[in-house]
């Protein structure tokens, strides 16, 4: 059995789902409020978009990519401890409540365990002078991004990347799952 959450992929490896790729292009949506105010709808939703760069990990499933079944990609970000430290204690603050160190170990307690629906932890790793800290994947932000470009992006770039090895990719494909499906009921038993 292996210690390792992770292992190193060469740059021409074919992509799959846990893939880890920092500094991926991709579309996202300026903050704020969007109203139609007469145009066209079509035109409201382009002028939202901004090109920005997320550190991603690949969501869609393997098989779909091995086979081609898929034009797009899915991708959720994932940031490090260290940034997601600092969000929380923003948000934290923001809510006029105290970051206490107690109280990040027991967000952290809670992550691990599963209990935050909308993130998961992935393990620290390190292979043959890879270093990977520990990371926040974030499951309320999604992209996608279509799969020729992403494949070209890697190959382009030339450079090796970390990706989840069994059990770990589909744990996280579980986790991403959950905060799928969970159900709100409007009237409790």
């Known amino acids: 059995m292996t210690d390792t959450w992770y292992e190193v992929v060469e740059a021409g ?3 799959t789902q846990s893939d880890l790729i920092f500094a991926c292009p991709v579309l996202a949506w300026e903050s704020g409020t969007l109203e ?3 145009r066209r709808e079509t ?3 382009r002028g939202a978009t901004i090109a920005t760069a997320s550190d991603v990990v690949v969501m869609t499933q393997a098989c779909d990519l091995e086979h081609k079944n898929v034009e797009n990609v899915i991708l959720c970000p994932h940031v490090s401890l ?11 603050e923001g809510s006029s409540q105290n ?3 107690k109280a990040w170990g027991a967000h952290c307690e809670e ?6 629906w909308n993130v998961m932890m992935l393990n620290h790793g ?19 991004v279509p799969i ?6 890697v190959e382009k770039r030339a450079i090796s990347r970390f990706r989840l090895l069994p059990p770990y990719r589909e744990d996280l494909s579980q986790a991403f799952a959950r905060f799928f499906m969970r159900v709100g009921l409007p009237v409790p038993i």
């Not at 260290?82 to 934290?92: I, S």
């Not at 992550?111 to 935050?116: A, H, L, N, Q, V």
């Not at 043959?128 to 990371?135: A, F, K, S, V």
């Open 43 to 45: 035109e409201v939703l």
């Open 148 to 153: 020729s470009f992403l494949e070209s992006l």
């Open 36 to 38: 139609l105010e007469g």
């Open 126 to 144: 390190q292979i043959d002078g890879y270093n990977l800290d520990i990371r926040i994947v974030y499951f309320d932000e999604v992209f996608t």
């Open 82 to 92: 260290a940034e997601h430290y600092t969000n929380w204690k923003e948000n934290m």
């Open 13 to 15: 490896t074919s992509l």
């Open 99 to 101: 970051p206490t160190k």
């Open 111 to 116: 992550i691990c365990k599963g209990f935050m």
